[in-house]
Nanobody, 123 residues
Framework: VQLQASGGGLVQAGDSLRLSCAASGRTFSSYRLGWFRQAPEKEREFVPAISSGGRIYYTDSVKGRFSISRDNAKNTLYLQMNSLKPEDTAVYYC??????????????????WGQGTQVTVSS
């Protein structure tokens, strides 16, 4: 599976962005998918994940502001980000997990990664 993330940019606090992650491969619908982010000098952290069955999990800091979704017909994962804050500034990565056996908040659970897209939120 190859993943291609896009949609990042420079926005002001309170603005919205929609990230997309296009995937290759015929088994996209069976994968657990997630978004992670990494700010400068910080570890990569979990943001949201969506299972193959549509169950969704968010990290507390983005609940009520971010929304993850998937379109299996288009092999695409989305992240709608509203009410952006400067602390949301990071490189955002999409990830895919073919087994759904690992801890979904851990980077170790995901075998496939996109190249990252920069999101910068100015105050």
């Amino acid at each position: 599976v190859q993943l291609q993330a896009s949609g990042g940019g420079l926005v002001q606090a309170g603005d919205s962005l929609r990230l997309s992650c296009a995937a290759s491969g015929r088994t996209f619908s069976s994968y657990r998918l997630g978004w992670f982010r990494q700010a400068p000098e910080k570890e990569r952290e979990f943001v949201p994940a969506i299972s193959s069955g549509g169950r969704i999990y968010y990290t507390d800091s983005v609940k009520g502001r971010f929304s993850i979704s998937r379109d299996n017909a288009k092999n695409t994962l989305y992240l709608q980000m509203n009410s952006l804050k400067p602390e949301d500034t990071a490189v955002y990565y999409c990830a895919a997990d073919s087994t759904s056996l690992g801890v979904f908040t851990s980077t170790l659970a995901y075998e496939y990664w996109g190249q990252g897209t920069q999101v910068t939120v100015s105050s």
